[in-house]
């Protein structure tokens, strides 16, 4: 298995890559993930403008290890063929397939992607894939997606066209979105990929981004598409566990170890009644606190 397909995916930047001052150095702001942009960003009389733009990006830009995953156009379009082949032949990491609604979808850009990695000599599986669930129909097809290829890392919601498609409209508390939320992050979980939250595009309203992030958070989501840098900090804030989780986490984790070896089942930590179930929550507070930069192995 590619070792990067559960690498830290906390915030996941939208940049247009047609605009060489937006994807010059968006590292800096230190993201989990950059999308560069084929889609919705660029006009259609521009799209081989853009892929050459991003060609030479992705060839000559260090980004410091930040992922960067292509946004390829519809798989409806005449454009994403050669999406693909720009992508794979840069060396992107992950494409982002737009509008997917059955399994079928991401096998036909895994042909593809297998296809360039062959003709242009890329390492075999290099290159990973995340699907944009952007409908009812595909909201629903969130399991089979989920299962449809090893490369798949990841599902995302991707609010606009899905709360069109319901036919209604994007209102701020969540409400229009909670089913298909709900729904994809049960799929994912259940088939182990990880999910991914829409965007917040009113970048008046950061308390409002705040809470948004705190729903998703809560409700188990790895990470926030996101569109603008001021997010970062917001997002990375509320899902890098605090001081006093990661001390809590190591206590259960240690104490677990010990009890288990000498047949207890229960016991308390700092109160608080726990058991074997506690285990892999602690463990992934902690595995997450390591990928953040927060926590070092043995620290308390």
């Not at 937006?22 to 942009?37: A, E, H, M, Q």
């Not at 308390?207 to 990375?236: A, C, L, W, Y």
Request: charged share 30%; net charge negative.
């Amino acid at each position: 298995m590619n070792p990067n397909k559960k690498r830290l995916r906390r915030s996941m930047m939208f940049l247009n890559a047609q605009k060489p001052g937006l994807i010059k150095d968006p590292y800096i702001y230190k993201p989990d993930s950059i999308i560069l942009d084929l889609e919705d960003a660029v006009a259609m009389k521009e799209k081989d403008a853009a892929r050459y733009s991003l060609f030479h990006a992705l060839r000559e830009i260090d980004y410091h290890g930040v992922e960067r995953v292509v946004r390829i156009n519809g798989l409806d379009t005449e454009f994403w063929v050669e999406d693909v082949r720009c992508a794979v032949a840069g060396g992107a990491d992950a494409i982002r397939v737009p509008k997917v609604e059955r399994a079928s979808d991401i096998k036909m850009v895994e042909n593809a992607i297998i296809s360039c990695e062959n003709e242009f000599g890329v390492e075999p599986g290099r290159t990973l894939i995340m699907a944009a669930l952007e409908s009812a129909r595909g909201v629903l097809a969130a399991m089979e997606i989920c299962e449809s290829s090893e490369r798949l890392f990841g599902i995302a919601l991707s609010g606009g066209d899905y709360t069109k498609d319901l036919q209604t409209v994007i209102s701020g508390t969540g409400i229009e979105m909670m089913g298909a939320r709900q729904h994809m992050i049960i799929a994912a979980r259940a088939t182990g990929v990880q999910c991914f939250d829409t965007v917040f595009t009113n970048l008046d309203d950061m308390e409002g981004f705040r809470k948004d992030v705190e729903t998703i958070h809560t409700m188990g989501f790895d990470g926030k598409s996101i569109v603008n840098p001021r997010q970062i900090p917001i997002v990375h804030e509320i899902y890098t566990p605090k001081p006093k989780d990661i001390i809590f986490a190591q206590k259960v984790v240690k104490e677990i170890e010990e009890k288990s070896a000498q047949g207890i089942g229960v016991f308390t930590v700092d109160g608080k009644m726990i058991d074997i179930a506690f285990y892999d929550g602690a463990k992934r507070t902690l595995e997450l606190a390591k990928a953040s930069g927060v926590y070092k192995e043995g620290e308390l």
